[in-house]
């Protein structure tokens, strides 16, 4: 590698350097240590300062210098790991550079002209670079230490390094830490012991921040059961967070594909950088705080002060600017936060020199001025380009006339509701869409008649007026904990779909997506899939009780959303507790925006919440396992397994406790989850549990717990509620309300938000990552001892042998989705499909791994016997190798019988094995995946599998010419290499003639006419001899040799039972005893898992 010219001192490095090759002006030396001899004590302590210190000297064990006979100066240009590479390098130089130096008259100049010509080599690799690093020549170095160190595939891309101290027991080793796209590595080298790791990313069960009495803070890695820690990082915040989103993009892009897709900055494995990944970092922390769509990026951020009104002073936060929105989250406690669309705004006043400030106009007459911009001019600039302003002063005068018209437009619709279709683009000819929110409809307000609780809506209403009057209303209000506050006593009737839409920035998507909603009811209208199969079904279990969904009206509003939305995402298509969620969306907002609601929820507040396996519920369900330890200690001592919590709570965070509470109580739930996201269920469900702690403490099993719980929800009321009977839910255990004191909604969700509101977001979205990890290996777990329990019923393999071989057939998987971006291996793995074939194996990826294990070496890479053996264990035909399939095949091999071993080599030589086409390629394709399910064609082929009988030696149909010829050519592909190659092969071409007299003897009985006979023994002994005699040099001599006594027989084709070439083989004993000597397994399966990754890097 060539190197940035660096001025080193030579009189200082002689014990260290050995000169091999030098002329006038070029030295090439070796580090002692290294090649031949290895250097003793001294190579040891060379070793160990290249390992500890951070200098060119430790990147590779060989270097070019250059120097000029009259100067003391050398200049390090180039090293090399191995000497054939600076060999290289060196040949470069004399036959390119050494002529053109006779040239010059001077020192300086030669020394020059070198230097620019090797930073013209840096310049012309540097192009073919795809990502620029802060520092490209140490990042260089770096990434010749890591090839030279873990043998990796030259396509792994090193994404950033660290050194740190990794500690082995109780010793720590100071070396270096690299993370590449997919696996963490570290090495060290102390005084000759030498440690290196290599895990990858999809192998990591936990990865966290830890500190204790001997480490004060380190990175904790759990993978295949065993703990590391990584301590001394000098960033290790900074080290965590790229360490945390490459196992997540890992886990994404191979566990969880459905999440990763929506992931565009995450698409090339090979693009990957240490910059992108925290970039991507912020920017999802920015989305997920502020609630913005997922197209959203962190462009720019400021600090700066906001002028707050309401409290008349400045508040300090930060400008967060993102493509199409511009947000503030204050820093001093206060808990504000504004976020502005950059449609809202209609102007950005000339900023003030003074004070660096800048005013924002939006709509509704409102404006933010942001004071102390470091680049306020900057800012200015970028806001009015994003928004399309001019900021020329004749154009002042056009933008107070649309401020105006925007004005008289706002206006327009709050007297004309009805007319806002119009405007977020409702076609006309969709009159089907409802325009109302069905609790509107099915239970208008009395306006005349107010009763008390009437009157208690008509204050909170009024409050929120206030409070709009104050802050804002709409899409560029302040947050502020007296929003929280209002929203914890209780949203009104008529604004809940308003601050629903609000909150949850669904608003947004909206405003953004104008008649896409309706577009996609025209479009889904009609369509039969499996997802609309399970609406149909679940439509009339949604809220049976509410009179909403008691008619056609809102039955068919729900169709319609949940229809439009599978439609969208068919990905996650529907779920079971999508129709609750969505049937109480309906009731409090309109059609098009609870289908943009439910959106917000899916795809953003409970992401991965709604698809087959529910990770994201699962994960959530691990973090309320943390808190419930953290802050009901008492709870934990008495139950230790709070697995039971898990099982309880998934209903509660699956429909936000709509599915357990009154419906007239569930709302308040959705109205805080709505404003502070998951956080707020969490802290609902410590305070439910908090409530009934004593009871839980002081029953006996899990039944109880659960009853007791049951009571407690029934007796849950909202005394508040305006609604009707009719409408509120009947509680189940109503008859018990009397022994079980009621606690009302309001007071429940306060005190939740008094005992647990410290419980920080940001927290809550660290636990998730972190516990994301543990639930999908342990989802991967659950499969790997499924398969395990089935595969073990079929093969004689124990069970610690079937877990080895299941991890290399899985890594096998892996490998070939590592650094290709579109692999069809990706593909293959399908989670929603039964275990056993949730991984499979293509044919280029089963040879490589059938190559690594099987017993006798006579498979190679991509070869045609490979090919065939796929063919015969591919049972269904289907191109793919699931795990039982591959377990079969090898069990036949390592522990068959004679008998067995052979059937299945025989079988390698008949359709399909034999008779397909040469590239791999089988022509059925069956439907993968999750559409509709042909439950005939299932029962058919299970009906098959239990009639299945066992297939006997008679069963088989008989080999013919050409397939006998390969059969004999297997046999010698397998015997190549053994001691006993030679009586082997004499063997085979022994039973060959034995068997060709046997044929032509069976023909001579059946024809009338027969040749002469003096003529075929002769020429039958010939051949004999001449393959005898030939058999004992190679294998392809003995080939001939068949092929030219099937020659010499009647041109009539002939052929061979199974039967026969058993009895003929049975006569070996040398076939016999080498395909009845056991195999190692143990010790294969330690070569495979140390080859599987050297295989593909070659």
Request: overall charge negative.
């Amino acid at each position: 590698m060539w190197l940035k010219p660096e001025e080193i001192l030579l009189k200082n490095a002689f014990k260290l350097w050995v000169t091999e090759k030098d002329n006038e002006y070029f030295v090439l030396q070796r580090r002692r240590g290294y090649g031949e001899g290895g250097g003793g004590l001294t190579g040891l302590l060379v070793g160990t300062l290249d390992t500890v210190l951070d200098s060119t000297s430790k990147v590779a064990p060989y270097r070019i210098l250059h120097h000029t006979p009259d100067s003391q100066v050398y200049w390090s240009i180039a090293c090399g790991v191995t000497k054939e590479e600076i060999v290289q390098h060196w040949d470069w130089l004399q036959q390119n550079i050494m002529r053109t130096l006779s040239v010059f008259d001077s020192s300086e100049d030669i020394t020059s002209f070198v230097q620019g010509k090797i930073r013209g080599l840096i310049a012309e690799e540097g192009k073919t670079c795809l990502v620029q690093e802060d520092d490209p020549e140490k990042f260089r170095e770096a990434h010749l230490r890591f090839e030279k160190w873990f043998e990796l595939p030259p396509e792994e891309k090193l994404v950033t390094y660290y050194s740190c101290s990794y500690w082995k027991g109780k010793v720590p080793c100071q070396g270096w830490l690299y993370l590449s796209t997919n696996f963490l590595c570290f090495y060290s080298y102390l005084l000759g012991a030498e440690v290196k790791l290599v895990i990858s990313w999809d192998e990591i069960w936990r990865l966290e921040k830890t500190s204790n009495v001997i480490l004060t803070e380190s990175i904790h890695v759990l993978a295949h059961g065993e703990d590391h820690y990584f301590s001394m990082l000098l960033h290790l915040n900074e080290t965590f967070v790229i360490m945390e989103k490459l196992a997540d993009y890992s886990i994404k892009r191979l566990f969880d594909k459905e999440s990763f897709q929506r992931e565009p900055a995450l698409s090339d494995p090979l693009q990957i950088t240490k910059r992108g990944l925290e970039a991507h970092a912020k920017s999802e922390q920015f989305r997920t705080f502020f609630r913005l769509p997922k197209e959203e990026n962190l462009l720019e951020v400021h600090e700066s002060f906001l002028w707050v009104p309401f409290s008349h002073f400045n508040t300090l936060g930060k400008i967060c600017l993102s493509e199409n929105y511009l947000c503030f989250a204050s820093q001093d406690g206060s808990q504000c936060h504004v976020i502005i669309p950059m449609r809202e705004v209609v102007n950005v006043e000339k900023p003030d020199s003074s004070s660096r400030a800048l005013t924002v106009c939006v709509r509704g007459k409102r404006a933010l001025r942001f004071s102390e911009v470091r680049d306020y001019q900057r800012l200015a600039n970028t806001i009015r380009s994003r928004c399309g302003i001019s900021a020329s002063p004749q154009h002042s005068a056009s933008s107070e006339a649309i401020r105006g018209e925007c004005q008289s437009l706002i206006n327009h619709f709050e007297d004309n509701p009805e007319d806002v279709t119009l405007m977020v683009g409702q076609k006309g000819s969709s009159k089907a869409v409802s325009t109302e929110a069905l609790m509107t409809v099915f239970h208008p307000q009395d306006v005349e008649n107010l009763d008390p609780k009437m009157l208690k809506e008509k204050m909170k209403e009024q409050s929120w007026n206030i409070h709009f009057s104050e802050y804002g209303r709409g899409t560029s209000m302040f947050f502020t904990r007296k929003t929280r506050d209002l929203i914890v006593r209780g949203v009104p009737e008529a604004l809940r779909g308003e601050l629903w839409m609000l909150f949850s920035g669904a608003v947004n998507d909206m405003a953004t997506h104008p008649g896409y909603y309706t577009e996609l009811v025209e479009q889904s209208l009609g369509t039969s899939t499996l997802a609309t199969d399970e609406i149909e079904r679940d439509l009339h279990r949604s809220l049976p009780e509410h009179p909403a969904f008691q008619s056609d009206t809102g039955i068919s509003a729900l169709r319609r959303v949940l229809t439009a939305y599978a439609y969208r995402n068919p990905k996650i298509g529907y779920c079971q507790a999508m129709n609750i969620l969505t049937s109480v969306l309906l009731l409090y907002a309109k059609e098009e925006e609870a289908f943009w609601l439910l959106v917000a929820v899916c795809e953003r507040m409970l992401p991965d919440y709604f698809n087959r396996r529910i990770i994201g519920a699962l994960v959530d369900q691990a973090v309320f396992e943390d808190l419930i330890r953290e802050n009901l200690p008492q709870l934990v001592e008495h139950m230790t397994d709070l697995s039971f919590f898990s099982s309880v709570s998934l209903s509660w965070f699956l429909t936000l406790f709509i599915s357990v509470l009154p419906i007239e109580s569930a709302v308040n739930v959705v109205d805080c989850f709505f404003y502070d996201g998951i956080k707020a269920i969490l802290q609902l469900g410590l305070a439910v549990l908090d409530y009934n702690m004593e009871a839980l403490i002081s029953c006996h099993d899990d039944a109880e717990a659960v009853t007791i719980l049951n009571k407690f929800f029934d007796s849950v009321t909202n005394k508040d509620s305006p609604l009707p009977p009719t409408v509120q839910q009947a509680s189940v255990g109503s008859n018990d309300k009397a022994s079980h004191v009621s606690v009302d909604i309001s007071e429940l969700i306060r005190e939740a938000y008094e005992k647990y509101g410290n419980i920080r977001s940001e927290e809550v979205e660290s636990s998730r990552k972190r516990n994301k990890l543990y639930v999908i290996q342990t989802l991967e777990d659950t499969t790997k001892q499924n398969v395990i329990r089935v595969v073990s019923q079929e093969v004689r393999f124990s069970a610690s042998q079937l877990d080895e071989l299941y991890n290399l057939f899985k890594r096998q998987h892996f490998l070939n989705c590592y650094w290709t971006m579109n692999s069809p291996a990706l593909l293959h793995h399908d989670p929603s499909l039964a275990y056993l074939e949730q991984y499979q194996l293509g044919f280029h990826q089963f040879s490589m791994i059938f190559s690594l294990l099987e017993p006798w070496a006579f498979c190679t890479i991509k070869s045609t016997l490979s090919l065939w053996v796929f063919r015969l264990i591919d049972e269904n035909q289907d191109g793919l190798i699931n795990f039982k399939e591959f377990c079969c095949a090898l069990d036949t091999l390592y522990g068959g019988s004679f008998t067995n071993k052979l059937k299945f080599l025989f079988k390698l030589h008949l359709p399909p094995a034999f008779d397909l086409p040469e590239d791999g390629v089988i022509r059925k394709s069956p439907e993968r995946g999750r559409g509709k399910v042909d439950l005939q064609a299932y029962l058919k082929q299970w009906q098959n599998e239990i009639l299945k009988k066992e297939e006997t030696i008679k069963d088989l149909p008989r080999i013919n010419q050409t397939q006998f010829i390969q059969f004999s050519k297997t046999l010698y592909n397998i015997f190549h290499g053994d001691p006993e190659e030679e009586s082997l092969y004499r063997a085979v071409a022994h039973v060959t003639s034995l068997l060709l007299r046997m044929e032509e003897v069976g023909r001579r009985l059946q024809e009338p006419s027969s040749l002469p006979e003096s003529k075929k023994p002769a020429d039958t002994t010939a051949g004999e001899e001449s393959s005898t005699e030939e058999s004992s040099t190679t294998p392809e001599s003995s080939d001939t040799s068949s092929s030219h006594n099937s020659q010499d027989l009647s041109e009539t084709e002939w052929s061979f039972s199974f039967e026969q070439v058993l009895a003929s083989l049975l006569n070996e004993p040398a076939i016999v005893s080498f395909f009845e000597r056991p195999v190692d397994i143990q010790t294969k399966l330690g070569q495979a898992k140390v080859a599987q990754l050297k295989l593909k890097t070659k």
